[in-house]
């Protein structure tokens, strides 16, 4: 699909996380279109080992990382400078969710939750993505260019109010995973102040309601609990130009910014309704 927008992406190393599924896996292909160079790690590429044989046919390499592993981070990014010698975008797409540590429907109330359950999340989200960066920021600082992308969510998200200032959606009910993301999208405005005149620019993408992995697993289970449907999901690529843009840019461009992906799309004449999954219907996850 052609963009309004230029890329500069052709020849380029692009390092995504959690790349063998959902989100992960559109943007793996979006780069791909674009002439990148890529590296896809996931945690684990079981259940979808012709996706893989798919990339590695495309010269893609497909790496076991665990971002809360430090030998795995280390084999991934020697690895990653062996195959291709440098790296030119980082997009931090790995994570866990709340559906993955309260399954199936990933809610929770807050004073229910432990003290492990927010040490799990924030090993993964805050921690995971941070011990990603350091590694993977290396070559980027040496050529003083390159670009990190991180994903966070709109429950992160503050609006203005009567001179306050009011959660955008706090009775989501998914503690810790919503102040693990709140607290990347924080470390990106401060990274990319710090990184600006290392030339790396590190902003942050909002994806919004979108269908991804046990997306359709969560939904039954709070349908069954008799709480309401939500809004019609997005299929994953709806968020893939926009990450593509960001992961073009370096400080000189776009950097310490944070990007509502469904808004960004409207405004640069990508549409929305179009990015709808409409093969996803509520109510074929009630039963009977």
Request: net charge negative.
């Amino acid at each position: 699909m052609p963009l309004p927008i230029e890329l500069d992406l052709q020849g380029r190393v692009a390092v995504i996380t959690g790349g063998a599924r959902g989100m992960g896996a559109a943007y793996v292909r979006g780069f791909l279109e674009e002439g990148a160079r890529v590296v896809a790690a996931d945690r684990s590429w079981t259940g979808v080992e012709g996706f893989q044989q798919e990339l590695e046919a495309r010269g893609v390499l497909c790496l076991d990382m665990d971002v809360t592993d430090d030998a795995q981070l280390d084999r991934a990014y020697q690895a990653t400078l062996d195959r291709f010698g440098t790296v030119d975008a980082l997009v931090n797409n790995a994570a866990m969710r709340s559906r993955d540590l309260f399954p199936p429907h990933g809610r929770r109330l807050t004073l229910e939750t432990s003290d492990e359950d927010f040490l799990r999340m924030y090993s993964v989200n805050v921690f995971g993505a941070l011990k990603v960066i350091r590694r993977f920021v290396r070559p980027m600082l040496e050529k003083q260019r390159g670009s990190i992308v991180n994903v966070v969510s709109s429950g992160s998200l503050f609006h203005a109010q009567g001179g306050a200032y009011a959660a955008l959606r706090p009775d989501s009910v998914e503690q810790p995973y919503m102040s693990s993301k709140a607290a990347l999208a924080n470390l990106s405005f401060y990274l990319a102040a710090e990184l600006k005149d290392a030339g790396v620019a590190v902003n942050a993408v909002v994806p919004g309601h979108t269908r991804t992995t046990g997306f359709d697993e969560q939904n039954r289970a709070r349908l069954a609990e008799g709480r309401r449907p939500g809004p019609l999901p997005y299929v994953p690529e709806h968020v893939v130009p926009l990450v593509l843009f960001l992961a073009s840019q370096d400080a000189r461009g776009v950097t310490g910014r944070m990007f509502d992906a469904v808004q960004w799309n409207r405004e640069h004449g990508l549409g929305d309704d179009r990015w709808r999954d409409t093969a996803f219907s509520y109510d074929a996850l009630l039963p009977g």
